[in-house]
């Protein structure tokens, strides 16, 4: 099926850094929602963006749809340790499936 | 407490038999899906209801099946047609009436398959 292409693949950061990830799609999309994963559980909805050009923030978290509607980004700032796991994106189109990218795998080096 | 809960968290079965995933919410959310997550990898649709007795395939839906009597449930049974059945099982659910889609996941169930 479809996907998005979600980079990178995975990071290794210092903690106190700021962290940037995005997703790019050929298909415009209606809405982006941001996930982050931790080992055996199921992911969390971090933010939800409705509308090109939105910024939205959600503690050190910060997202935006792109203005094409055909890609976002997700940027945390001051990393700390719990902010360690995966990082999913997933954008609607015109029907109730989400189109899903691969994760980035954030880690933070001791 | 309103959520969605997916049992057991593990699940261990012979080749050849068919197993059956609990997924249960209670958000009254309309529509429930099935994912498949492999390790290191994203999210895998296998089946999808919008509304009770409808339900649709995804990608990988070959070797599964699922029923949706119930609004509330949504359980899926890997069956022994399923060549490659170890995998995390992740259910969601979503609610449809404002056309804005945000789906709430389930703590998920591990099926290791020897």
């Known amino acids: 099926g479809q996907q998005l292409n979600q980079s990178p693949q995975s990071m290794f950061i210092q903690e106190g850094e700021d962290v940037s990830m995005n997703c790019t799609s050929s298909?415009?999309?209606?809405?982006w929602l941001w996930y982050k994963q931790d080992p055996g559980e199921g992911p969390v909805l971090l933010i939800a963006?409705?509308?090109a050009g939105e910024l939205t923030s959600n503690g050190r978290l910060t997202a935006q749809f792109g203005i094409t509607r055909k890609d976002s980004f997700l940027n945390i700032s001051a990393s700390i340790p719990s902010d360690v796991g995966i990082y999913f994106c997933?954008?609607?189109?015109?029907?109730?499936?989400?189109?899903w990218g691969a994760g980035t795998k954030l880690i933070i080096k001791p | 407490d309103g959520g969605i809960t997916q049992s057991p968290k593990y699940l261990f079965r012979k080749e050849g038999q068919n197993v059956t995933l609990s997924c249960e919410q209670n958000?009254?959310?309309?529509?429930m899906y099935w994912y498949r997550q492999d390790p290191g990898q994203g999210l895998r649709l296998i089946y999808y209801?919008?509304?009770?007795?409808?339900?649709q395939k995804g990608d990988i839906a070959e070797g599964y099946s699922v029923s949706r009597e119930k609004k509330e449930s949504f359980p899926l049974t890997v069956t022994s047609a399923q060549k490659n059945p170890t995998a995390f099982y992740l259910c969601?659910?979503?609610?449809?009436?404002?056309?804005?889609?945000?789906?709430?996941f389930g703590p998920g169930t591990r099926l290791t398959v020897t």
């Open positions: 958000l009254n959310h309309d529509a």
């Open positions: 969601a659910s979503t609610s449809t009436g404002t056309g804005r889609q945000q789906q709430y």
């Open positions: 997933a954008g609607q189109g015109s029907n109730y499936q989400l189109i």
């Open positions: 298909s415009i999309f209606n809405t």
């Open positions: 963006l409705y509308k």
């Open positions: 209801s919008q509304i009770v007795n409808d339900f």
